[in-house]
RNA sequence: GCGAGUAUGGUGAAAUUGGCAGACACGCCAGACUUAGGAUCUGGUGCCGAAAGGCGUGGGGGUUCAAGUCCCUCUACUCGCACCA
């Protein structure tokens, strides 16, 4: 049987010492780091896909510590959601129950990996003193307006008379019940989100993130500049607005869609005959009996009905008819659009499909547009036409000056708007925080009392799958009204758990405080993130929302900073064979197996060295068993003269002792230094732990095969430079494993006390350069030469070599570039 | 439909940002050692070719002395889309 390294006794250990000396507790003294990764969704046992994150952020977290930062590291739980009531329902046990069995298991998980948390901040945030801060927080964003009550659809199966997720929909279909699912109106409570819209966007430009995430977020955001024109309905004169962002077109809108649900209908359907009110409804009906999913959106056919009414275009007066359409969205812009099937192609189909009018406002200048010819609309820039005094202008052009025109003579006024929507927050479900509001026939809206604070979830309920579980819990229910002490209801929705994880990473900073959700001056020290680790799926909404809390705690006083990431790391997905890891497809990893296996030194060292961060990592057995056979060969390595060098003192090596060197020797001296200074810059700075690993084991490939005279004392010293710096550099990627050598070596504290090692500029320099000889941008030849070599010598170098002559032969040249240190190349014809 | 990515050997990937394509590793081949083992060590390994040499970074086109890298265009795949977290 082969000897491995002991890594089971090792790891058991470390995990035990820096437990029992807190060595991963922030210390509040220096300059702080905080380095977060998002916190798991405790939905059963840790997958590869966390140990992913916790291990690129348990790297960075080690190297800024080495760096001398005082380092705030915590770890949390994210728990409340749908999965906890699903597992009540299926299995009979209640939610809070089940969860907590899964945090359990995570946090021996997390240990066991050896993730350097400061487990003094820890938090769940189902736990009555989280959630308090939640209902807390509520009340304040209800004060300052920030949270409202407004109807919106959901998705409705009623057959279970409750309200659907996305998520439990199947094809239109109930998951459970396969009932088809309708739409419903009900009253929820938002979050005004759109009050910080602009602040949203001009933050990016204080924060270092991914550009793919920043972008996302802006498109998400969705600022467009337009203008509302005042189109009237025909008959009542009613307003009737639409938004656009191409006023240029206005002369050309052949007709005016509405969203389904758009007030005007109902007034419309009063004019018109009853056939069309049946057709008019028969068509809302028809919308509304889909689900509100995207899957159904995207495969929706653009579908719409004439109302029979007309509208008037406010700068011709022409009369347009009014449609209905299943696309129209009531709640961007105004619910209402204006068409222009000419010049954009949505409309164009819809028109198409319809038989509805056509104008050609842009000519384009190599041909002349005809709408009877047109196969697709003209979307590109050109002449305007049939628009009254704006003829022959361009279009972007002339587009301006109708906004400034029509906001002149009234018919319209320029605005913004945003494509970001106000948080919808409710959710009529259990296992989430209770919102703090009481209903009072008498008061209206009234807020639970601060004092009265955590509204608790009740335990008198049952989870059947049918209906809101706390409907039906009486002692939760009814309440005395905090105002006129009346009989009142309590709120039963729930708040979304994206408000739990919106502001988790303010409290971790002082998570026992039981009289504010944060204390301002411990907030001013540890805030704002630092580096926050996390998957790309959450670009648009978490780090959204988390930047909107950030906001509102600020304007509310409570906290000074306004972005709370300042730096993010977004890492892909752990797959197998190509395809995200799931059970369904059965190609799971299980971190429980690997640790047992390899240990989780070789698990993290695998992760990190298989792909960047920002790519999806190929999960390969092979690959793994690569990394485990590279720890044992640098153990085996290290530990053929540990005894010799434990009890001498680490030095390193002047310019004169390095003369004395053998070149190979002198060589590994150089690579110790160059290698320190790629894996500084790599982990560090570019986040690229493949590349550090790789230049780690470069680095062992010099080593590995030197013989070291333990009777030289240069040589000894040469050895123990090199392996401490070896571990040195290892040590945030694999700590039990560099803590252990590093100990072993003779050193009396935790390596992660130490310094990060520094590297002499002056040893790195290399003496000689493989220089590139190129005719005609083709490499001829290569020559080992001294560095700095002027052109001069270089060209007299490169005419004299036989491989180049062959190749210059017969031939004039025309052009010699020189890059130093780098290569020559002769252009000849 | 809208939005964001990705594409380099048999595989995961690297390339100091326009200057030697394939570092490092996996796999494979050959060998050494050996009380056969999924251990360790040594050498080889992009493709074609006996060699000289040629070809090669998803396809096509362009800029340049020089392109994986810049520009245009096409294709394929992956992810997100507001009640999963």
């Not at 922030?26 to 300059?31: A, I, L, P, Q, R």
């Not at 988390?546 to 509102?552: E, G, H, P, Q, S």
């Not at 197996?593 to 030194?601: L, Q, R, S, V």
């Not at 060589?667 to 810059?681: A, C, S």
Request: glycine residues 6%; proline residues 5%; aromatic residues 12%.
């Amino acid at each position: 049987m082969a000897e491995y390294y002991p890594y089971k006794e090792i790891e058991t250990k470390w995990h035990k010492f820096w437990e029992a000396n807190k060595t991963f507790k922030s210390t509040g003294v220096g300059t702080k780091y905080y380095v977060l990764e998002m916190f798991p969704y405790p939905s059963g046992y840790l997958h590869m896909g966390h140990v992913r994150v916790y291990t690129i952020g348990d790297v960075i977290a080690h190297y800024m510590r080495m760096k001398g930062y005082d380092v705030i590291h915590p770890m949390g739980y994210d728990a409340f959601g749908l999965p906890a009531e699903n597992a009540a329902i299926k299995n009979n046990v209640h939610p809070a129950e089940w969860t907590h069995k899964n945090i359990d298991h995570a946090r021996l998980q997390f240990k066991k990996l050896g993730m350097s948390y400061d487990w003094d901040r820890e938090i769940a945030t189902c736990n009555e003193d989280y959630y308090k801060w939640n209902q807390w927080l509520f009340k304040r964003l209800y004060e300052k307006g920030l949270a409202y009550r407004k109807a919106t659809a959901v998705n409705w199966c009623p057959d279970c008379g409750t309200v659907l997720a996305n998520e439990q929909v199947h094809d239109g279909k109930c998951w459970r019940c396969e009932t088809i699912v309708e739409q419903k109106e009900l009253t929820q409570w938002f979050f005004k989100t759109t009050a910080y819209s602009q602040e949203l966007l001009d933050g990016h430009d204080k924060i270092d993130w991914p550009d793919r995430v920043t972008l996302m977020q802006k498109n998400w955001i969705g600022r467009s500049e337009g203008i509302r024109i005042f189109f009237k309905e025909a008959k009542s004169g009613e307003l009737l607005p639409v938004f656009t962002t191409r006023p240029d077109t206005i002369f050309g809108a052949t007709y005016v869609v509405l969203a389904p649900q758009h007030p005007l209908v109902e007034k419309i359907k009063k004019e018109v005959s009853p056939d069309k009110v049946k057709e008019i409804e028969a068509f809302q009906d028809k919308v509304k009996k889909s689900d509100i999913t995207v899957m159904t959106l995207i495969n929706m056919e653009k579908e719409g009905v004439d109302t029979g009414a007309f509208a008037i275009n406010p700068v011709n007066g022409a009369k347009v008819p009014v449609w209905i359409g299943n696309y129209v969205l009531m709640d961007y812009g105004t619910g209402a659009i204006m068409a222009v099937p000419t010049h954009d192609e949505r409309d164009f189909k819809f028109a198409k499909k319809y038989n509805l009018p056509m104008i050609v406002v842009i000519q384009p200048k190599a041909n002349k547009l005809e709408v009877s010819t047109m196969t697709g609309a003209y979307e590109e820039e050109g002449a305007l036409v049939n628009s009254a005094n704006f003829d022959g202008m361009n279009n972007i052009e002339a587009g301006k000056k109708i906004a400034v025109w029509m906001e002149k003579e009234n018919f319209g006024k320029i605005e913004v708007n945003y494509r970001l929507k106000d948080w919808l927050l409710s959710r009529q479900r259990y296992w989430g925080t209770p919102i703090p509001a009481i209903y009072c026939d008498k008061c209206g809206i009234v807020m639970e009392k601060d004092e009265n604070l955590p509204v608790k979830l009740p335990l008198d309920v049952e989870f059947t799958g049918k209906g809101n579980p706390l409907e039906k819990s009486h002692s939760f229910m009814q309440v005395a009204c905090p105002k006129c002490n009346g009989p009142a209801k309590r709120e039963t929705d729930t708040m979304d758990t994206f408000v739990d994880s919106s502001w988790y990473f303010i409290r971790y900073c002082d998570s026992k405080n039981t009289h504010l959700p944060i204390d301002k001056a411990i907030a001013d020290r540890e805030l704002p993130v630092d580096q926050y680790v996390g998957g790309p799926e959450h670009a648009c909404m978490h780090l959204i929302y988390a930047r909107f809390f950030t906001y509102v705690l600020r304007d509310l006083g409570l906290i000074s900073c306004s972005e709370p990431f300042k730096k993010l790391l977004t890492q892909g997905m752990v797959v197998k064979n190509g395809a995200k890891m799931s059970k369904s497809k059965g190609n799971t990893v299980s971190p429980d197996d690997m640790i047992e296996k390899y240990g989780a030194d070789t698990a993290r060292l695998f992760m990190l060295f298989a792909s960047p961060p920002p790519m999806d990592l190929e999960w390969s057995d092979d690959g793994v068993d690569g990394s485990f056979r590279f720890l044992n060969r640098v153990w085996r390595k290290i530990s053929s003269h540990i005894d010799s060098v434990r009890n001498m003192k680490s030095k390193t090596l002047d310019m004169s002792d390095i003369e004395m060197l053998s070149p190979q020797k002198k060589q590994l001296f150089r690579k110790t230094h160059q290698t320190i200074k790629k894996v500084t810059n790599d982990v560090g700075k570019e986040q690229q732990f493949n590349t550090a690993v790789a230049s780690i084991m470069e680095l062992f490939n010099e080593f590995n095969p030197l013989e070291f005279d333990m009777n030289n004392e240069l040589d000894k010293i040469l050895f123990k430079f090199t392996a401490e710096s070896m571990i040195l550099l290892m040590a945030p990627l694999v700590p039990h494993f560099s803590e252990e050598l590093w100990q072993s070596l003779g050193n009396k504290s935790s390596i992660f006390t130490c310094n990060w090692p520094d590297y002499d500029q002056e040893m790195i320099v290399e003496d000689s350069v493989e220089f590139v000889f190129q005719v005609s941008g083709k490499i001829r030849d290569r020559i080992q030469l001294p560095l700095n070599l002027s052109q001069e010598d270089i060209e007299k170098t490169g005419f004299a070599s036989p491989k180049l002559q062959e190749w210059l032969q017969g031939k004039t040249v025309v052009k010699k570039i020189f890059v130093k240190n780098k290569l020559l190349n002769i252009v000849v014809r």
